[in-house]
């Protein structure tokens, strides 16, 4: 694992975003993994922002994002769909069709969820996956004790997580209890993953997922068995890290080493 630590969340913000521009200024046709947020408003207002500055386009791109509130309308000011639309899609030449969203509603999430599967591997899986992690450790909406070879399906969202994301609704009864999301085994099969975390509430689970047991309690440890990735932290998200110091000597101010330290 990379573990780039910044001194303040607007780095991060430039730097994921410099990330996902080069993979896809290096492969014009490159499949992108996305994710939705809070952390991932500011990464994709830095990424059209950028994205403008170079005149990159985006009109041969892939996109698959993780995961989709289920029981809500895919037009809904809420849903992911929405959220993406308003953040990225909008801002730049991608082809709407080629913007996967799982789906947010039908009579038979297990079929839909097969078929969101089949279509990443379809499109010859994911070329980087960006990543948050939840507060308590998930990626996706890949909840504690899910199956870390688990593919795309219907989770039961904890509590935890709807209190989360009760920002994005008016009332907790609004708060989805369910979303259908890629499983921890789709995250693992891609080439290369981009996590995010910035902000102290995060600090805790970025210190399991980097340091802890790998362990299904905290479905972020998964990425220790992936070959390729990158987290990036600002400090407040890197405070409990316990060889904080040793990340900080491999790459100083976040900075790329010379050498490669997967
Ligand atoms: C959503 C997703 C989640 C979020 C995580 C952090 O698509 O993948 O895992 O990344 O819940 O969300 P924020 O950034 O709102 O703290």
Known sequence: ??????????????????????????????VLGLATG?????VYAELVKQSHQHDASWAQVT??????????????????????????????????????IPPSEGDNPEMAAAQYEARISGAGGIDLQLLGIGVNGHIGFNEPTSSLVSKTRLK???????????????????????????????????????????????APAVQTMIEGPLAAS??????????????????EAARDLELRSYYQLVHPD?????????
């Open 38 to 42: 809070g952390t991932m408003e500011d």
């Open 218 to 235: 905290c479905p972020a440890s998964a990425l220790q068995m992936h070959q390729k990735v990158t987290v990036m932290l600002d400090e």
């Open 156 to 202: 039961t969202l904890t509590q935890s997580t709807r209190d989360a994301n009760l920002r994005f609704f008016d009332t907790m009864e609004q708060v989805p209890r369910y979303a259908l999301t890629v499983g921890i085994g789709t995250i693992m099969a891609s080439d290369e993953c981009l996590l995010v975390a910035t902000g102290s509430s995060k």
């Open 63 to 100: 996109t698959f994002n993780l995961d989709e509130y289920w029981g809500i309308s895919s037009d809904s000011p809420a849903s992911y769909r929405t959220y993406m639309n308003h953040h990225l899609f909008d801002h730049i030449d991608v082809d709407p069709g080629a913007t996967h």
């Open 254 to 262: 976040g900075q790329e080493s010379a050498v490669s330290d997967g």
């Open 1 to 30: 694992m990379k573990v780039l630590i910044f001194k303040t969340a607007e780095e991060v913000k430039v730097q994921a975003a410099r990330q996902l521009l080069m993979s896809v200024q290096r492969n014009p046709e490159s």
